[in-house]
């Protein structure tokens, strides 16, 4: 792990993602030593750096992901996930942010899990969590160090749930706890609009460009989650697993099956030279 270009793995007490979690994050999959979706990753958090005022050298950012990439064997094909968090650095007690601030650049390499490929062949069991997922307009979209929501939601999960499904206080559905929602409802394939929580995830604009591309835009609209009983289909997805099919939701004491459908597939076809 580097933090500022060094090799160690401890942080200041005062820096402020220790404080206060003000910071940003990206999560990214590496294959044969190459980061997936670099540009989307990068621009994401760029902009996101840009809505929180924090002053980030990319320069340096990009040399030494380059560094932690130069540490995979060049015979080494497996795949891992790399993760970059920004913070806003050290310095002032209270909220308020000093006038000038030095941001911390953190690049970490992870293994990567056992079983997100058997995942997206079988699909998965889902379950929906009870906590809800925060409104905040002025947040929603970034991938921000303020994970509390998906920290208590994934603490409801049972052992046959790989992912659970959050809504916002008004039962509309906003995402998973690591992932983006889609559905098919009449006919149409849908996700939730994210105006007001959630994550823009990187596979989420992949599908969403895809779709719209052939002719297929996807409705974007606040989703109940009661309306998921009626789905033909139900996936989600994120730039690290790519897309896994839903085939069983618990939610409010019941169990909903789903088929593993032709849109689902052709999301994962999306895939097949990466994932």
């Not at 809505?51 to 990319?58: A, G, H, N």
């Not at 970490?108 to 058997?118: E, I, K, V």
């Not at 309306?227 to 409010?252: D, I, K, M, R």
């Amino acid at each position: 792990m580097l933090v500022n270009g060094q090799a160690q793995n401890f942080l200041p007490i005062g820096d402020r993602a220790v404080q206060y979690g003000d910071g940003l994050f990206e999560t990214v999959k590496i294959k044969a030593r190459t980061p997936l979706f670099w540009d989307r990753h990068l621009t994401r958090l760029r902009a996101s750096c840009k809505r929180l005022q924090i002053p980030c050298d990319f320069q340096l950012l990009e040399a030494e992901v380059s560094q932690v990439l130069s540490s995979i064997e060049s015979h080494d094909q497996c795949s891992h996930i790399l993760k970059i968090i920004v913070t806003r650095g050290s310095g002032g007690r209270g909220y308020t942010p000093p006038p000038i601030v030095s941001a911390t650049r953190i690049v970490q390499l992870h293994s990567f899990p056992d079983g997100y490929a058997r995942n997206a062949i079988d699909g998965i069991q889902a379950q929906h969590c009870r906590h809800p997922v925060s409104r905040n307009s002025a947040l929603a979209g970034m991938k921000h160090l303020n994970r509390l929501d998906q920290v208590m939601a994934s603490m409801e999960l049972t052992e046959t749930a790989s992912e659970g499904l959050m809504c916002d206080d008004a039962e509309h559905l906003i995402e998973g706890i690591k992932t983006n929602v889609f559905a098919v409802l009449d006919g149409k394939i849908t996700t939730p609009a994210l105006t007001e929580a959630g994550i823009a995830g990187i596979m989420r604009d992949v599908v969403l460009e895809h779709f719209s591309s052939h002719g297929r835009p996807v409705d974007v609209r606040p989703i109940h989650i009661g309306e998921l009983s009626g789905a033909s289909e139900l996936f989600v997805c994120n730039s690290v697993l790519g897309v896994w099919p839903v085939v069983a939701l618990a939610t409010a004491g019941d169990n909903v099956s789903f088929p593993i459908g032709p849109v689902t597939r052709e999301a994962q076809g999306l895939l097949s030279d990466t994932f």
